[in-house]
């Protein structure tokens, strides 16, 4: 995924830029990097942080960096920001989004002029360096960043930083949230909610999706009002969002409380067990709220050991993520034995660290693991965020079971009953989960459900993964 953080203030910001990047530390493992212009123009550092956190790489860059403005980012993948110098001036920019129309893109680009871009390893280009090349072909920024964003297949929020103050952009659906946070003498915009707040700042707007503002440490500017549709992403509540965070008004651990409660009405009386656990950590709070809806104890049979253990689905080769999965869950021998567990994560990708995690807990005297995945069946690939390494709809476990059942390519109409849970071969797809992953009884939360615990009006909400709408 990333995440971004700005800061535009009448004193040196640099600080507070380190400490605002530094909170969206959860929505990459790859790349950080901050830019600021100061006295001394554009200055940028950029750090590989795979194997250590982001304040240790960036801390000696906070004493030699200065400036009053300054924008940064956690990236998954490429280096970012990047500085480009243009017939549109100087600038900085950093993106957070997808572009699914990459190669479309450089052939067009190549056809009409552009005659190179740089190179990474594995042989792709920098999607921030082409987003950039599209901002370019217009005769101003504002104009640039709304092409762009036609331009592209997929997602794009942005900002790009000049000498003058920040421009700040959302989706043009709004699939990722900006904020913006105001004190004196300066303003701030963020990906997260939360990671102005320790810093002095309040509150001051949320962009509206596809909305353009130019914030100054005096002030914030529309450049471009918000669009009428919206399509957030339903999975920022459910598990990319840290809890402290906000979108649309609406609190992520609030929300996995109503989502955990919802979960356990479905379930009534159908199932006994002797306590609620949650899957460190995205599971924790749905857990909590089953237990609270259902009376039923919450415990931790197991404990995350995350001093040292980078999250677990961003190594690229899958044996080393499951290796990490394993190291990071340690149990707690006492809460496990001779106990029925109800077992709360936030969803079911490939399915492979869950059922180690299951089989990890029947190997530590559990009797029986009932597992409740706090969104539906992923039965598609994101198209919008990358918030998986799966490179194939076919990795997902729902759509290596649907193949099996139904052979090949699977007609859209025979995939849509596989996503509505009042049909039978959507029960059939769950048992074989189930049987699969050696669960005692499987039950996802539903799409209705999933929506009513967000709360949003469900056309602003995108369930693509879900159900393949878009």
């Given at each position: 995924m990333g995440g971004f953080f700005g800061v535009a203030s009448k004193k040196d910001c640099v600080l507070e830029l380190f400490y605002g990047v530094d909170y969206h530390s959860h929505l990459g493992t790859r790349r950080g990097g901050m830019a600021v212009y100061g006295a001394d123009g554009f200055n940028r550092a950029i750090h590989n942080i795979e194997n250590s956190p982001f304040r240790t790489k960036f801390e000696r860059d906070v004493e030699e960096l200065n400036g009053n403005l300054g924008i940064?980012?956690?990236?998954?993948y490429?280096?970012?920001?990047l500085l480009i110098q243009s017939h549109l001036g100087s600038f900085a920019i950093t993106t957070v989004g997808k572009i699914n129309n990459q190669d479309e893109l450089l052939r067009k680009a190549y056809q009409d002029g552009h005659s190179h871009f740089q190179e990474m390893?594995?042989?792709?280009?920098?999607?921030?360096e082409l987003v950039g090349s599209?901002?370019?072909?217009?005769?101003?920024?504002?104009?640039?960043?709304?092409y762009a964003q036609e331009m592209v297949d997929g997602s794009l929020s942005l900002l790009i930083m000049t000498k003058d103050g920040i421009y700040a952009a959302r989706d043009r659906y709004g699939r990722t949230p900006v904020m913006i946070g105001k004190k004196e003498g300066a303003h701030c915009v963020?990906?997260?909610?939360f990671a102005y707040i320790n810093l002095g700042y309040t509150d001051h707007m949320e962009l509206g999706p596809g909305e353009i503002v130019f914030m100054?440490?005096?002030?914030v500017e529309q450049m471009l009002p918000p669009g009428e549709e919206m399509r957030i992403c339903s999975f920022l509540w459910v598990y990319y969002g840290y809890p402290t965070s906000s979108y649309e008004g609406v609190n992520v651990e609030e929300m996995r409380y109503r989502c955990g409660s919802m979960l356990a009405k479905r379930d009534g009386s159908s199932v006994h067990p002797d306590v609620v656990a949650g899957v460190p950590d995205s599971g924790v709070a749905h857990a909590i709220g089953y237990a609270n809806e259902s009376g039923i104890p919450y415990a931790r049979p197991f404990i995350k050991y995350t001093p040292t253990w980078p999250r677990s689905f961003m190594p690229t080769n899958q044996s080393q993520r499951d290796l990490i999965a394993r190291m990071k869950l340690i149990?707690?021998?006492?809460l496990i034995e001779d106990k029925r567990l109800l077992l709360i994560d936030d969803s079911i990708v490939r399915g492979t660290q869950l059922r180690e995690t299951t089989e990890f807990l029947y190997r530590s005297g559990a009797k029986e693991v009932h597992v409740r995945p706090a969104c539906p069946p992923l039965v598609y690939g994101c198209k919008y965020l990358n918030f998986s390494r799966s490179k194939s709809d076919m990795e997902l476990i729902t759509r290596r079971v649907i193949r099996e059942r139904e052979g090949g390519d699977c007609p859209g109409e025979i995939l849509e009953e596989y996503t509505n849970p009042d049909t039978c071969r959507y029960a059939e797809m769950i048992e074989e989960i189930r049987r699969l992953q050696n669960f005692t009884t499987l039950r996802y939360h539903r799409l209705d459900d999933l929506l009513a615990s967000i709360g949003l009006e469900p056309c602003k909400?995108?369930?693509y993964c879900f159900d393949g709408k878009e």
């Open positions: 940064g980012c956690i990236s998954d490429e280096p970012q920001p390893s594995g042989g792709q280009i920098n999607a921030t599209l901002i370019c072909r217009r005769d101003t920024l504002v104009e640039g960043i709304r963020s990906f997260e909610s100054t440490p005096d002030g149990p707690v021998q006492a909400v995108c369930t």
